[in-house]
């Protein structure tokens, strides 16, 4: 239940589960294995945040028909808090 998230990071988990589901299996769990620890953790949320921005960006520039990279920036700032 997205709409009952207590957190962003709940939010994020439930807001879209097919994208969820993907990004954790072949972007967060294979970074965080690959380098391991908290830093591995810390990483691969970094890094599927950065995917998830640069996703996201690319399809409002096409919708937009434009490229305003602030969209990109604060997804990927604010997504990660």
């Not at 965080?32 to 520039?61: C, D, N, P, R």
């Not at 990109?72 to 990660?80: E, K, P, Q, V, W």
Request: no cysteine; aromatic share 30%.
């Amino acid at each position: 239940n997205w709409w009952s998230s207590k957190s962003m990071a709940e939010y994020y988990r439930f807001w879209n589960l097919v994208v969820h589901e993907w990004l954790y299996a072949y972007i967060y769990r294979d970074i965080s294995q690959m380098i391991g620890g908290k830093k591995g953790l810390f990483i691969a949320q970094t890094m599927v945040f950065f995917f998830s921005s640069i996703f996201h960006e690319y399809w409002f520039g096409l919708a937009l028909r434009m490229f305003y990279p602030i969209i990109f920036t604060l997804y990927f700032i604010f997504g990660g808090i």
